[in-house]
């Protein structure tokens, strides 16, 4: 992989995202570093999953730009594609394939090197060796999910983008989770999570950005109480 399509920052500057009339996002600045969590908070229809389409590049700003390191989007094409991993609510996962050719087929598509070992460890990692060749369209969702977030990571990712990524897990998932996205963020990640699940999260984030009708109202290291500077930010108290 080009190193020029590597990066240790995303700086997404005055960035605007209308569709037709409707304003999803209004003039958002933010900045994400290698090593970091970020947790993008605020009531349904906020724009979190707008900004989360935005830096998978599935969407493209209205206005404004977004910068990985030192390339963008056009300057860099399919390489820069390749350092992103998404976890969103439709989880692209091929219903009538099993687990095992769910993520063979994105390990061919991303040239993932040695990838029959690679498949074998996200089967192990997900709990799924064992059902690895059944179709996932009989899977529950909690399955599903812990097989999505492997197709997210199978690349190695540099920026992990994932929207409610706690949904239709046990506790001991979500542990397993919160555990994995911690050690991907010191391993030199950018991870970054839109969720609502506060007390799960609390621990984990180095910092939380509310957001609240398409613009960024809070953005801090952090909070020691993540509930109660939820329930500020969104009453709009200083921050």
Known sequence: MPSGSDFKFVRVADVSRHFGRRRALAHVNAEFHVGEVVGLLGPNGAGKSTLLGLLAMLLTPSLGEIRYGQTTPATAGPDLRRRLGLLAHDLYLYPELTAAENLEFFARLYDVPDASACVARALDRSGLTERAHE???GYSRGMRQRLALERTLLHGPRL???DEPFTGLDDASVRSLVSR???LADAGAIVILATHDLDVVSELLDRAILISAGRVVAD???P???RGWYRHA???GPH
Request: proline residues 0%; hydrophobic residues 60%.
């Open 135 to 137: 179709a996932v369209l």
């Open 160 to 162: 992990v983008l994932l």
């Open 181 to 183: 996205l911690r050690e």
């Open 220 to 222: 801090d290291r952090r």
């Open 224 to 226: 020691a109480d993540l």
């Open 234 to 236: 969104v009453a709009g």
